[in-house]
């Protein structure tokens, strides 16, 4: 299956490209970490010359951003077992755990996010919809508009508190299912 970035739609040449550059941009981030990361290093690692990263990639933040997406992008569909709440535990932690293994990418993840160009914009956007379309999927047929909301807020601001290292993606993880505990009702 061809993955279509955010800029255009790809032929499999390019597809491949983009692919060789978000590995290298994990691999670059374990490595360097955030601040060292740049589109040109992750060009050479992947084997591409930096304009062709910059004709994908208009920053490091829509990189990394995309990283992140494609894991999302890449998750099963939301499984009907379980009740309510444990559905919904069950989508929180597969959401929060899906940069938790490698911390220099999660927080890479997280500061990148928050950037500001238009094509960080558009894929932060998706990303709101597919885990709002994940969680509502979670919570099933009729869910409450407020229940939702709650569950949306509840994950970004653990996102953003463990960004701000008060706690680990794995621990944030833990902490979301608590969350839903307490939202969710039974």
């Avoid at 494609?70 to 959401?95: C, F, K, T």
């Avoid at 993606?169 to 833990?174: C, I, L, P, T, V």
Wanted: hydrophobic share 45%; with cysteine.
């Amino acid at each position: 299956m061809t993955t279509e970035p955010t800029r255009r739609r790809l032929t499999e040449r390019q597809a491949d490209t983009v692919r060789r550059l978000t590995d290298a941009a994990v691999a670059e981030v374990r490595e360097a970490g955030y601040e060292g990361l740049t589109v040109r290093n992750v060009a050479r690692r992947a084997g591409v010359a930096p304009a062709t990263a910059y004709t994908y990639f208009a920053s490091k933040n829509h990189l990394i951003t995309e990283v992140f997406w494609r894991r999302l992008s890449a998750l099963p569909p939301v499984q009907a077992a379980g009740n309510q709440r444990e559905r919904v535990v069950e989508v929180l932690r597969e959401i929060a755990l899906l940069v938790s293994d490698e911390p220099e990418l999660a927080a890479a993840c997280t500061t990148s996010m928050l950037g500001t160009d238009p094509d960080v914009r558009e894929l932060r956007t998706r990303i709101g919809i597919a885990i709002r379309e994940r969680l509502g999927a979670a919570l099933g047929e009729g869910a409450d508009a407020k229940v939702l909301g709650a569950l949306e807020l509840a994950y970004a601001g653990a996102l953003v508190h463990a960004g701000m290292g008060y706690t680990s993606y794995a621990r944030m993880a833990d902490r979301l299912a608590e969350m839903a505990e307490l939202i969710v009702p039974e």
